[in-house]
Structures are given as structure tokens and as C-alpha cells.
């Protein structure tokens, strides 16, 4: 016989997800859940028990298309699911601490995606309730996915490695331009009810979070400057106000000594997920663009200046952080990648019980920065302790 | 009640697959199989029904990670099976002819790795028994992932549509560096039976059949030169001869009058997978490069010289080919996309009964290109028909 | 008769013109000089008449070196020499007014590097007595020479034909690595008395200038953040305390509602020159960088999606302004070429009446945006009124 | 008194020149006769003596505007004449052979543009002079100019210094577009009996220059392959047949083992002087391209795997070479330098009695390299040695 059927052998546990949302977020988790464990090593073989969804019809038919096994419209059934070990929140901002905290409290771990949510005082809250939950072993996670770029995760290991140095500059932009045109429609993400800020806490949430994890310190102080270039929109019910910022710009200390600028716009045309960072200390330099993800410069200062210079290094290698797990050199990752990457990582955790971030606490503190530029912007640029 | 069970509603019918070899181009092929219904509305869904391999063992922890339902260590018993539909084959150049005709002849669809042999003999074997399947609408292509490219599908649009105009030029080189280390040891793709050639057919088929796809025109002869730098290798048994190329350079001409330059090696230190491709035009001109898959370069010469200039193409717009199935501008793809992309073109010209490229006469094409250069490379370089 | 002699022919009258400082300003002036009736059909032959300097020897060899007929330790001789019809004045910042202002007054044009003075006060000064001469025919010019770059002319004239559309973001940075040695000795640009900043003033004031040019635009208000991140450095008589700011970040509004961000430092290592300029308006995106200074970069909104994208022109066509005077295209010019071009505008300008910029006036429009950053860095950088 | 005479004070001798030719090449020669002793300390002062042209008043006209003393009809005149110690020669290569052996005769050291001569034979002439013109201290020198582009003496020295181990690979492309109009009109370029060659001789030249002088080894045989596109253009007699070719592509083989590829085209659209040179070698790689002429790419393969990549070096460091003559690092130079630099290793050499490259045997070895390629075009593309 030379045939013989697959199994899991009982090797790997199931662990049951449920994932309330499923648009861009939605479709690009699920499809993380489908691939980790096929080729990480992760402790737990995703189970994708059901979906949940506002419509029932368009859950229904999303959770077909993506893989899960059921769909419901009440993400409380979820929540309350034996079947169900993890939530992954996938929905706009003003919903994640009621959902978050409720799953916390039955038990399930929870990955929520960013910005922690839409206030400080939510955020607050969650990490209380993650804290608890974490008492109990129950894990939390927020998706701050840059972070599982591999090209940026080589960058805060030279970093830490101190090929930097003492680090005096970061230099951070999130460019989109897809709100360049004056006549494109309303849309939730402009109401400052639903989305808590514009740019700001869309993309600049990232930059933060990315600055943060990369140098190895937090902001310590911010000054900013917020616009609103296209002040209505058009809507089914005629023109509506626009109630978010289009653009933030600021200025930043960190809590090493670094001087920083950060940029957060989706005005930008031309320029469609130029999330950049560039970072200069006293012993090298680093520079990203999340459009060439598979690349990160580094300039080494301890080279000689007859042969210095920014070196592009293609982060292919298996030597690179999550590269042993993919394809030869040179056979680029895409943007769905970083999302295997993270749920690989919270799986990992949860099997062996070790940390995992960025956590619900590190989605705070990205809240606190985006609160203190709002206000140092309310407030003429004054700077603002963080 | 707020919740249902997912369910295919029996609206796309199943096509079981087999896929015989489980090594990189396996894994990668696994993953497109296990996504393509997922992102586009092909007419099936694949069933992975069983993966074939040589060890019993191997094969089986490779179908349990890979998503094989069943896996077997005879391909013959594969191209026998009632619920198998296609036979995939990502097996070494020398198998390719004995499983696609015997695939093809029980009545399976097949995607056969390229190169589609390792002999002309071989390929137009593999040809005659493509036609007389395809007659019985029996399905095969020959899997040059590149054609799935979205910046190269692109690039094909924009000669197709005359944005060019009459092509001049066409250079085009594919670099890698894996064999630069001379003491890296010998593998079977050094070895001419198993392999056929070395850089020739490994990498230089694909830039062939590209150069032919995005130009639309064929290669009408060639002028070869190969080298092999390292003429032995270690290997378990003490030194090995290597038997293939190292590197070959070769310059053509297209059948509209373009020349041609080519370049394929693995030692060209730094250039990871460097396939690079770039085309001039009387009206404009085209770059490309693998490294950065997610843009083309355009140059329209029809734009005033003030502000001509080479443009960086995100390819990632909703305009842009496959996009729309994926993310939002900026949110880049990756290699195993082009698999993907590959997979999806092959389920919907099997549903439609429409044309799908590159088949198998394609392969013979550059198969014949291959063996030109090498009877020129023979002899001393003199330029040959192919 | 074969040979004549070569004469000037009383066709171009002679210009004389004095220069006071023979560093690395003067190099760069004297070149252009000797250089610009060369390639630039100017109304006037510059006769090189006499270079200032404080020590006699060094002046002598300077002046021999570069191509004066005399020199001088006196500037006031210059001055007043009936044969001088140009002063150029290449000394630091703090002797900038009463130079400039003795010149004009004794009907002497001036050509005066930047930044304009150390004060605002002493700036005005400049601007008073720049007028005063211009009703007597008497010219002025600040040296910011980046206005002459080819590719800034051109982005320039972009933006005023309209390509770019409502302008909403500039982007501006200044960036060099010469002072990331913390061991690097003490110079004068350290000292506040006579560099009046540190690279804010040096290559901040750049940026602003070029920022204003390009747009059209002034800037109406900035919030700056300054830094020093070395405090001592070594001198002849051991430690001296740094007193002026080692990097400027600013956020800046501009007259018709952009927004900026701007930064200036020595501390970015791998940084050698990066003058880099980005600007997003409503139809269209510019971005140039001058480590590449040949290069500008443009973006055309109104191009399809499927084709736009940021355009590399080589700023090297007889279109392109300046480039008729010099090589074919690609024949790439370097950074001494601004000066000559700078001086090939104002001899233009005195020949024929016609005004010529940068004027002192916008030397101290510069002047003032410096002072704003500055008193914003100094009051916890809220936003200020220029 | 505080003002003194500028003078030579016989420190350095003048040495007087005398140029035939004034189009393009005259130019820029003249702005290097003009500058270098402004920044080099060249054993010798050039005089500006005399510029040989055919029409009188074209010729006076020049030599006004480039500054020489004088002008002449006569060539043989220039080089009978006392004060004339070297002669310049940027006449079309058909002159070359007469005018450089006529000059070194009459013991006066010569520059000559490239290619050599339109021949082998007259090349062969002409080193046949230079030898015996050398033994009586008089020199000669072919304007090779990209052998004083600093980024490509610093591959040169790379390479020596062993940084790139053995060599592999070498790419050697340069590209430009002038003639990508069909309906560009006849120049003489286009005319064998003048130009000799067309792409090949012009552009192709300097890459089979550079190649061997960067790599320090010669190309022993080549396979070449020319085309020419538009066969006939208008002049003001009518259509007028095209003599010689459009492009050359052609593979090489190197003395130490390397394979080469060239290419030579003016039908590469948008690419303006991309005079490009890629070297891969078993422990490093370099890469060039002349639009970017202030940067060199450098691939460290000693580096670990994780933080390697090529780098990009800004050349303008004062330890980069000729650079130490010119501006801050970043500050970057231009075409017309490699001419500076060209010259001021000439004048050098005449004043220190060393050798200097490339001599007019340098030049022969290129025209041997060239034959080889037309005699290969025209022969099937067979191999044939050098």
C-alpha cells in the first residue's frame, strides 16, 4: 500500500477562533489563520469556528469565501462559545473595549486590531481587563502588524545590538494619498465618532507603535500640528462634515534623548503605504519604506568612509527574523505576510506561556501619544508630556 | 437564531488535485491551492486530495503540513484515481515527460513545473500529448509563475496596447548568488542528467519565456557562451565534477527585430533573484526587476522631454491585473502570488473552455531556445536558428 | 594669415568684482566667475579684480590660486576701489551687515552669502540699504544657490503652471552627517556669537528658502523643537560648551494652507548632503533630493492609475532650465553649477534692469522663519506668527 | 599697505597648449585647461594658447568664449609653433592618426579623444609615435575621461586591494536615446568613413575601457551581434543611407576568467548616459551607473548574510579620489570633472616623469576589441580572440 490518509496525529492541539469583522481586516487575518500553521511551528493547529457579522447574509457568505466553518450575527454568542478559545477583533475602533473586555472575561484570549480603540479611557479599561485575564493565563495581543515586518524587526535587533549607537534622530512618515481627490465620498473613517481621529490614529497610530518598538523607547513628550484640507464630503444625504483630521504632523522626545518627526497623511499623492522610518544614532543609521518592505537600509558608521554607505539588504535571507519559514532568497514577502507572522507568534505564547507584544498595554501608550498630539494641536503646538 | 453553518451550497463543484513533489516549489504550489477560491471566483474549488513523493514518511509529514488530504509514494497510482482531476507536477526536469503524458493520457488536467523537460525530445512529446488532450478538453500548462507577475502582466498590456511602439531592445537577466561560495556543496542541480542544464534552464527558462510573453514576439536565434567557474564541488563521496553551467550569456534576436541580451547565473554575489527584464521602444520604454516585484518601470516617450522620465509603477491600483482580488493600494504582494494568480488562470480556463497560457507548446518554445544556446555555446558561439 | 588674435572685441564690457573670504564659499564663487561668461551669453565680462582676506599670505596665495589679479587684508579698500563694481561677500554671518551695507552705499552691487545676517535687526538693515541702492540702480542678492539647481527651477515651474494643483503638504529636510563624531573638534559654526545658530541658520535656512521659492508661498507660522546633542566639545584650550542647537525640527503653515515639516542636522550619519524636498498638492507630487541633484521626481495625478507613478527625469535636457548652456543630456552637472548659474542671473539682471531673487528681502523673509523657530523652540515650541 | 599683485611668482612654469576642435569636446576640455590648476597643484600653469579650427570665424568665435589666447585654420601650424607644448586633439577620429603622429613628431605631447582612430592600422601608427615619442619624454594620453569618474577609480581600487576576490562576471552597458527618433536627421556619426563605427566605436569604446581598466585584466575574445534600426535618414540632400550600426551587443571573455556582457546603444529611450559597469566576484560586487555618477555600489560578501547588501557609497568623501580637490562630502561633482582630473594626471605625469594611463596603447587595445566585435558581427557572431 503505498497510499496513506493525513492527520494531526493528536500532535498539535486545536485552539478555536472566532473573528468578529470581516473586511480588509477580516480577509487578511483569515487568511493568516489558514496559513501559520502550515509553515510555522506554532503549538497550535487554528480551528476557524465561526464568524461573526453585522448582515447575516454577508457573513454568511464571507465566512464561506474565508474559511470559517459558521457565521453568526451577535458577537456575544461568540464570546460565549465553549468551542471558542480566541477572539479576533476585527472591527472599527469604537467597538473593540466592549467586545475585547467581555471575551477577556469568558476566558478567550483576544487579538484586537489597532488602534486599541478610540479613547484613552477605553484603552484604560482594556488593559485592566487584559491584566486580570493575564493572571489567569489568558493572552491579549493588538495588531500592530508592522511590527511583524521582518525588515523592521531586523532593524530593533541591530538596534538593540547597539550597531546604532546612541540614538539622536527617528524620522517617521505614514503616506497614503487615497483621500487626495476632493470629490471622493464620505466615509465612516472621516466621523470623528466612529474612526476617534483621522490620519492620525488610522496611520499614525503605526508610526507610533513602529518608532516605539524599533528604538526600544517610548515617547516622552509630543508638539503637533492637525489639518483638514477637504472640510465636506459628499454624501447620500448631501454634503457632510468632516469631523477628523486629514493630516497630523509632530514633533516628538523620546525617553533616551532622541529628537523625532513624525508625518501621518493620506494626502500624500502618489505615495500609496509609504510608512517610513528612519532612524540616526551615533554609530550607524537605518532607513525603511514599508513600499519596499523586503528591504531595509543600514548604514554602518563604523565602516570605513572610503566604503560607507547605506547597504541594501534584502531581507529574504534565513537568517532573517521569520525567513526560515518561506522561500529561498529573494523571493519577496507581501504585506499579508506580517499578519502570519503576528498570529504565529501569539500562538507561540500562548503554547509555551512566554510574553507576547505588542500588548494591549503597548496599544495604550500608542493612545496616550495619539491624545497628546490631538491636544498639543487643540492647544497651538504647545508641547505636551506624554 | 443568529448563527449558520458555512457551506459550499454545491454552487462551485470540486476538482480534486494530486500534486507529485513536495520541495519548494511544492510548498509554494500547496499554498496557492490552498488560497486561489479564497481571493478569486474561479469556477472550482480545489480538493487537495493527495500529494506523491518518493519517501513514505517525508511525504506524509509533508501532506499533513501542506494541507494534503492523503499522500502516496507512487505517482502512477495518482494519475489512476477517480477523484483526482489535475495532476500537479513539481518534480526535477528528467520526470516531467513520463508523469505529464501519463497524466494526460488518463484524462487529468496537468501544471507541470518548467522547465517543461529537460530535452527538446522530451517537450514535444509532452506537446503531442497536450494536443491530443486537449482535444478530449483535457487541460495543460507549463507553471512559469513569472507570466503571473502583476507588474509583468502589466508590462505585456502596455506593449500590447503599443505603448512602445516598434521594439528595439530587449535585456533581460536573471541573478542569483547562491553557488558564489566555492565550497558549497554538489545537489542534483548540478548534475546534467537530473537537471538538464545549469543556470541555462534553471533560471535562464524563465527569462526566456518572459522576455516571449510580455513582447509578444519570439526568439528567432540566438549566440550563446556558458562557463562554469566551479568545476567541482564536495560532496559525501569526495569531489564531484560538475557537469552543468554556471552561467550563461547569450544574445538574440526577436522575430519583429528586436535584439536581445541575456544573462542567467548564480554568482552574482548580492543579486538574490535578480530577474530583471527591461525593453526600449521607438515610443517607450520598460524595467523591471523581481527584487522589487510590486513595480514597474514606464517610460513614455510620447511626454514632452521636460518632464519624461522613468515612472515607478505601484502595481498594486484595483486597475492593475489580479489586484482587484487583494489589498488596498500600497499593501504589497508577494512571490507565492504569482502561484496564486497561476492556479486561479488554470481553474477558469478549465470552467470556461477558454485558451490558457504559457502551455505546453510554450515550454517546447523556450525549450528550443535553451538547446540553441547550447549547440552555439558549443559552437563557438556561432549564431544559430532556432 | 591663418591665426588671430582673441578679443574680447568691446562687445561685453568688464564687471569688476571684489570678493572678501577665500574658504570653501570663495572656492565654489571663484569658480563660478572664471566660469560663467564661459557658457552664459552675460552682458558683462567679470574682471577678477581683488580678494579679501584677513591674513595677508593666505589671501595672496588664495587670490593667486583662484584667479584674483590682487588681494587684500582691507575690506573697506575694496570697497572703495573706483575698478570694483561687485562685492562678494563669502565671510561668516556676523560681518555680513557691515560689509553689505558699506558696498551698496558706495554703489557697489553685492552678492552676499547666506544665511542674509546672524539678526533679524541686522537683516532689516540690509533690506533698508539693498533698497536705498536700487532706486540708484545699485543690485543685491542673497546666495542661496539651491534656487539655481536645475531640477528646483523646474519643480518650480511646475507649480506655477499649475501641475501640482492646491498644494497641501511640503516636506523638507536638510540632512548631513559631519558633526555625528561627538569627539569632532570645536568650530566656529559652534559658537553662537558668530554662526548666530547652529543648523537651523546653516542649512535650515536652505530648506526654507527653497520651500518658499518652489511653492510660491510663504510661511506664516511655525512650532520648532531644537536640540543639542553634543553639549562640549574639544577646543585648542580643552572642553568649550557648544551654544548653538545641533538640529532644528519645525512644523510650519504656508501662505495659501499647506502644511510643513521640516528638519536640519549634522547629526544624520550616512547623511552627506541630503537636501531633500517633498511636495503633495491636489493634482500632483514632486519630491527631489540633492545627493541626486541631476534627478527630480514627479508625480502626475492626472495620469490613469494604471500608469501613474513618481517619474525619475533626468534634469539633464536642453528643455530644462540652465542646460542649454552646458553638456548633452546626461552629461550630469554638479554642485559648483548653481553658483555659476546664480551669477550668470545677476550679471543678466544688471545688464538688463530686469529684477533678480533671491533679494535681500528674502533673505530676511528667511531671517524672520529662523527667529520664529527659534523663540517657538524656546517657549515649549508653540506655534508662532512669523 | 594691504593690497598686493596676484603671481605665478615662477613657482610654476606654464606650459602651453594648443586644442583642434571646439564642438562638444573642445568644451569641456577647455573648462578643464581653464580650472585645473585651480585646484590641483600641477607641476605646470596651462596656457590657452592657440584652438585650431576649420572655418576662421567659427573658430575666433570659440576660442574667445573658451578662452584662448588665439585661433587658427591650421592645424600644422599649431603644432610647429614654440609655445605650444601639448596638443589637444577633439577632432573626429578620422583626423586623429595624422594630427597626433604630426604632433608628436615635433616633440609635443598629445591628448587625444577617443576612440583612438577610426582603425587598427592608423592606431597601430599612432602607438608606433607614442613609443618613440616617449623615449624622448614627450607623452601622450587617449581621453578615456570615465577613468577619472572617482567612483570608478575607487572600483578600480576595490578590486585591486582584492575586495572582490576573483572575478566572476562583468555587465557593461551604456545606453542613451538621441537617436530612438526615426526621424532624427543624417550626422556624420552616421557615416563610416567618418566615424568609423557607429554605437560601438562612440559609446561601446568606453565600456571595453573601463572594463579593463576597473578590472585590471584584458578581454581576450569576444561574440558580437550589431543591428542597425533605422536604415536611412533625411539630410538636406534626401534620404541618405545609415553606414553604421545602431547597437552592438556582444559577450567577451576576460583574461583571468571572467565572462563579459556589452551592450552599446543610442535606441535606449529615457535613458539619457547610462554608462553602466556591474562586476561580480567570489567575495564582492560593485555596480555603477554614469547618471548616478557620484555613486558607487559596493556588495561586501565578507559580510555576515544578515546585514548584507550593497551598498551605496556617495563618493565625495575627501578619502575618495581627486575628491580631497573640491567640495564638502555630499557636495557633489559633475561630468566636466572626470576632464579635470584627466588633465591634472596628465600635466602630473609631463612634470614627474611617471607613466601615465590610458596611453595610446591603452587605445589600441581597445580598437582591437572593437574590429573583433565588427568581424564577429559580420561572421555569424563567431567567437573570435582579440
Not at 484604560?124 to 511590527?147: D, I, L, P, T, W
Not at 512618515?173 to 465612516?188: I, N, R, V
Not at 529628537?259 to 510608512?275: H, I, P
Amino acid at each position: 500500500m503505498t497510499e496513506q490518509k493525513s492527520s494531526n496525529d493528536g500532535r498539535r492541539p486545536e485552539l478555536g477562533v472566532a473573528m468578529v469583522g470581516h473586511a480588509f481586516m477580516g480577509a487578511v487575518h483569515s487568511q493568516a489563520w489558514r496559513s501559520v500553521a502550515r509553515f510555522f511551528d506554532v503549538p497550535y493547529t487554528p480551528r476557524m469556528v465561526v464568524l461573526g457579522g453585522r448582515d447575516a447574509e454577508r457573513a454568511a457568505r464571507a465566512a464561506e469565501r474565508m474559511g470559517w466553518e459558521a457565521s453568526s450575527t451577535d458577537w456575544r454568542e461568540l464570546v460565549e462559545r465553549k468551542d471558542v478559545d480566541l477572539i479576533d477583533i476585527c472591527t472599527p475602533g469604537d467597538s473593540h473595549a466592549e467586545i475585547a473586555i467581555a471575551a477577556l472575561e469568558a476566558g478567550k484570549h483576544v487579538l484586537c486590531e489597532k488602534p486599541l480603540a478610540n479613547t484613552v479611557e477605553e484603552a484604560e479599561r482594556m488593559v485592566a481587563a487584559a491584566e486580570r485575564a493575564r493572571e489567569r493565563g489568558v493572552y491579549s495581543m493588538v495588531a500592530f502588524n508592522y511590527r511583524r515586518v521582518p525588515a523592521l524587526v531586523l532593524a530593533k535587533r541591530l538596534v538593540d545590538e547597539g550597531r546604532l549607537g546612541e540614538l539622536r534622530h527617528v524620522r517617521a512618515t505614514y503616506l497614503q494619498d487615497w483621500l487626495a481627490d476632493a470629490e471622493a465620498p464620505m466615509t465612516w473613517r472621516l466621523r470623528k465618532e466612529q474612526a476617534g481621529s483621522g490620519a492620525l490614529g488610522d496611520i499614525g497610530a503605526h508610526i507610533i507603535d513602529a518608532a516605539q518598538f524599533v528604538t526600544g523607547q517610548t515617547i516622552t513628550g509630543v508638539s503637533g500640528l492637525t489639518e483638514t484640507f477637504v472640510r465636506q464630503r459628499p454624501s447620500d444625504d448631501g454634503p457632510e462634515a468632516v469631523t477628523v483630521d486629514d493630516c497630523a504632523v509632530f514633533m516628538a522626545r523620546f525617553s533616551a534623548g532622541a529628537v523625532g518627526s513624525f508625518e501621518a497623511t493620506r494626502y500624500a499623492l502618489g505615495r500609496k503605504n509609504a510608512m517610513r522610518l528612519e532612524l540616526n544614532g551615533s554609530k550607524g543609521s537605518l532607513a525603511f519604506d514599508f513600499e519596499s518592505m523586503n528591504e531595509l537600509w543600514f548604514h554602518d558608521g563604523e565602516e570605513p568612509a572610503e566604503t560607507g554607505g547605506f547597504r541594501r539588504i534584502v531581507v529574504t535571507e534565513p537568517d532573517h527574523p521569520y525567513l526560515e519559514a518561506w522561500w529561498p532568497p529573494g523571493h519577496v514577502l507581501g504585506y499579508e505576510h506580517t499578519f502570519t507572522h503576528e498570529i504565529a507568534d501569539l500562538l507561540t505564547a500562548i503554547g509555551t506561556g512566554k510574553r507576547v507584544e505588542p500588548s494591549f498595554a503597548d496599544g495604550l501608550r500608542v493612545q496616550h501619544v495619539l491624545e497628546a498630539v490631538e491636544q498639543s494641536a487643540k492647544n497651538g503646538s504647545m508641547y505636551r508630556q506624554v
